[in-house]
């Protein structure tokens, strides 16, 4: 049985918005998901379940193989790589104070009729959530580099090493694709999801409360007045420099 967050010794150290769904139980979760879709597909075979440790930790990714027999029983499988997207259990830290896993999936289906900016292929919704006990949608998985999460790219990986050329590729690319996402015409139509409720205040600031009441049962607040999850941060904020600078 998880311990309530609150209930956790401010000394415990913990990775932020890890899974604590063992993969055995997620294997077995999938493997019958994919046996109960659609008629018409053989049995098929789920692999290689993992939850990736480092990155992605703004949900939980779960990265899995499938593999359907051919239809005839001949040598003619089909293969994929996919990734299930889903909330966080609450003992898992997560980072938001609501996930909206639905939206996320209208919200990308969107942009990806609309854009050329590269999205991963959605393949299945399950508002639901079912098999998992919580909503998620799968994806198509991508090869490449990504900047850590856990620990922060700021202080460690390859984007801290890259040269000073490198990283201007990257942000150059960045910036691309915000600026075909802010193209897309009549926005507020398209994505009427993305309105945040109307309470007055903005959305950082709404996100801003929301996660200073949260992590305040979860961490000790240091002599500067901030939190701090391992003490390794302690006093000190993500300021996307590569050493530590002081909180605002």
């Not at 990714?61 to 909330?87: H, K, N, Q, T």
């Not at 399950?126 to 580099?145: I, K, N, W």
């Not at 109307?198 to 607040?221: D, F, I, K, Q």
């Amino acid at each position: 049985m998880a311990v309530p967050p609150a209930e956790r010794p401010h000394s415990e150290k913990r990775k932020l918005t890890v899974s604590e769904r063992s993969v055995a139980m997620l294997t077995a979760a999938l493997q019958d998901w994919l046996d109960a879709r659609p008629a018409g597909q053989r049995r098929p075979t789920v692999s290689g379940v993992r939850v990736p440790g480092n990155g992605g930790l703004s949900s939980t990714s779960v990265l899995f193989e499938a593999c359907w027999p051919g239809e005839d029983g001949s040598g003619s499988a089909r293969r994929g790589a996919y990734v299930a997207r889903m909330a966080p259990e609450e003992s898992a830290v997560p980072v938001f104070p609501r996930y909206d896993l639905p939206a996320q999936f209208e919200v990308i289906s969107r942009v990806a009729a609309r854009c050329d900016i590269p999205l991963p292929a959605l393949r299945w919704n399950e508002p639901d959530g079912g098999a998992l006990g919580t909503p998620f949608f799968v994806m198509d998985q991508v090869d490449g580099r990504i900047p850590l999460d856990n620990p922060p790219y700021v202080f460690t990986g390859w984007l801290l090493e890259a040269t000073p050329e490198e990283r201007a590729v990257l942000q150059r690319a960045s910036v691309a694709v915000l600026v075909k996402v802010h193209a897309i015409p009549d926005a507020a139509a398209v994505f009427p999801m993305l309105r945040p409720p109307r309470t007055g205040r903005t959305h950082c600031g709404t996100m801003w409360t929301s996660n200073a009441t949260t992590t305040a049962g979860r961490w000790p607040t240091t002599a500067s007045g901030c939190r701090s999850s391992s003490g390794a941060l302690t006093g000190w904020r993500n300021t996307g420099r590569t050493s530590p600078g002081p909180t605002s």
